[in-house]
Structures are given as C-alpha cells and as structure tokens.
C-alpha cells in the first residue's frame, strides 16, 4: 500500500491548519450547485488513515451535505487477507467514513483472475455492516494494465455481483478516454474524440435497470450471501438459515436481504461471463410464492407460486434479477 508524501500522522499542533485549510475549501465550494463531495485522497495505506480521519472528520461535522471521498486499495495489494483485513477495520475506526469505497480490476485481465475478487467482497461487507457504514465497488469499464476491454456482459457481471453483496452505490472507472492509461487509446465510455463508446450505451441500459430497483435496495440490508459450486476461495455455500435450500443450473452468487419491516429478498447472479443459465432455485417452505421486483418500473410484478416446485430464474452472462420472498400465511417476517 502508498504512502504518500504528506499524509503522516498530525501532531496536535498540526490540527488546527489542517481544520483552517478545510474551512478554505468549504467556504469556497460547499454552495456550488455542481459540487456532490469532497475527493480526500485516492489508495492511501494504513499510515495516512489518522490524518484522513481529521479530514474527513471534520469535513462531515462542517459540511454534512457533501461526502468526503476516499478511494481503498484492493485486497491484492496486501501482503495476505488477514493484514487486508486489519487495514479495513482500522480504517473504519480511525476514519469513521460515510462510506467506504475500493476498487478490484483483477478480475477483468485477458484471461480473468477471480481468485481475491470473492474474499475482497466478503471482507468488506463483513466489516462494514459490523460498523454500520454503507460500502461501495468501482468497477472497471476501460482497457488498462491488463485489463481487457469489457464487453457488456463484463460490466453487467461486475455490477450485479457488488449488488448481489450489499454495494450501496456503482461508479465506472472511467467515464472519459484518459490520455497515457488508456491502452492503445482504447475508450472509456467515452473516447479520445468526446465520442459515445458502446459501453456507453451498455452502461446506460445497465444503470437504467438497476436504478428502477434503486428505492427497494437502498431499504434493504444484506443478511447473508451464498455461492454455489465451484466455491471461490473465501466463499460458502448454502447454510441452514438461507432461504434458498437448494439452488442449480449453473454457477450463482445468491445474496439475501431483508427491510426493516422483516420482508425478505433474494437476489441471485450469474456468475459466468459468457454462458446464459437457467436456474433452478427451491425456496424456503415457509414462503408461498415470490415476486420479481421489475427492472422496468421497480414494482412488485405478479406472484409465482413456489410451494412444491422450484423457482426459474433465467439470467443472461452476469445478469441478476431481484426477488421479493411472500411468506405463508400466519408466517411472520423476522
């Protein structure tokens, strides 16, 4: 992880120029009507986090409007998930953030590499819901480093599977060509000539999607996600307490929520690339019938019955589909 030059740190005597800097860039921006937040600092490591909780601290107390922002590093960049892990609950502590953000690219090489991908994800959600602090996942929709150029299918898979795990918020890295990254000027949404990529429009059938099931997600909290075989390292399978008791027809990341009313979800994930399934997913006997929440309107569509039968869940490559579980009659939510 960086250092950067800086970012040690602050002695006490420090804290009040630090505080007066922030007061600069408050007055000067915070009624700005294009200003959403505050960009703090982007893959810092452990030895920066005290100064950036002065930061962001103090931003949050003076301006709470906007969100102080700051990017982590991916568990691929520690020396083992137990040091990654460390840096989580240290940062969530000395940093108090509104929202933790990181961004994992490895997945997206030529030839894939989804072997930190899972644990990264399971690392964090498990942290941040100890801690209470909504989290976030970048995903990365430009050919860089290694990274291949994304196909539809490839953003799909990246932003369904951070959903799928609880993520608060998506964000695209990049949405402009950016000049030396890019690999033989290859696009970002937008390209080298301020024209729309394709991506463009993938992205924008994606988040149109997504953002029909945006009220009903923000009210969810995630209660449990479950992988089926092959089982990624950091991963499990179905457990007794998950509402789905068996799931087939491919390889799926299936993650639970439930509201604060007790109503509960599902939302499994194709976990392939390339390949459409239809899954097989037999439900809970406690529930009757489920509801798709429609990608078109963000309502309730009408009940399927499950009771003695499995669930069919027809998912394209990366593809997820939200599901409202009815309960019984005289079945209470928890």
């Known amino acids: 992880m960086i250092q950067p030059e800086g970012w040690k740190t602050p002695t006490p005597e420090e804290i009040p120029g630090i505080e007066k800097a922030m007061d600069g860039i408050i007055e000067r921006y915070s009624s700005h009507p294009a200003l959403l937040g505050y960009m703090v600092i982007d ?30 590093l991916p568990n691929y960049t520690a020396p083992g998930s137990p040091a990654y892990e460390r840096g989580i609950v240290q940062f969530l502590k000395k940093v108090k953030p509104a929202l933790l953000s990181w961004d994992h690219y490895r997945q997206m090489f030529e030839n ?30 430009m050919k860089h480093m290694g990274y291949r150029e994304c196909s539809e299918a490839d953003l799909r898979w990246q932003v369904w599977t951070s959903l799928a795990y609880g993520s608060r918020g998506i964000q695209y890295f990049t949405y402009w060509f950016v000049p030396g990254l890019a690999w033989a000027d290859a696009p970002a949404m937008i390209t080298k000539e301020g024209k729309r990529d394709v991506k ?11 953002g029909k ?54 939302l499994p994930v194709n976990r392939s690339f390339s390949d459409p399934i239809s899954a097989a997913l ?25 009771e003695g039968k499995a669930l069919d869940v027809p998912l394209d490559p990366g593809e997820g589909r939200l599901y409202l579980l009815n309960p019984k009659a005289g079945v209470a939510p928890k």
């Open 43 to 72: 893959e810092p490591g452990p030895a920066a986090f005290d100064r950036i909780g002065v930061i962001n601290q103090y931003l949050l107390k003076k301006d709470p409007k906007h969100l102080p922002y700051i990017n982590l």
């Open 112 to 141: 894939g590499d989804e072997k930190c991908y899972w644990d990264n994800l399971e690392t964090v959600r498990r942290n941040c819901l100890k801690a209470k602090v909504p989290y976030n996942q970048i995903i990365v929709s």
């Open 200 to 210: 463009w429009d993938y992205v924008k059938k994606i988040n149109t999607r997504i």
């Open 213 to 266: 099931l945006g009220p009903t997600l923000v009210k969810l909290t995630s209660a449990g996600v479950y992988l089926t075989d092959p089982l990624p390292p950091g991963t499990h399978g179905l457990t007794d307490e998950a509402p789905v008791k068996k799931a087939e027809g491919g390889a799926l990341v299936i993650g639970w929520f439930k509201d604060a009313a007790g109503a509960e979800y599902i």
């Open 282 to 306: 037999t439900i809970d006997p406690k529930f009757a019938s489920v509801s798709e929440v429609s990608q078109e309107t963000g309502k309730p569509l009408a009940a399927v019955p499950v």
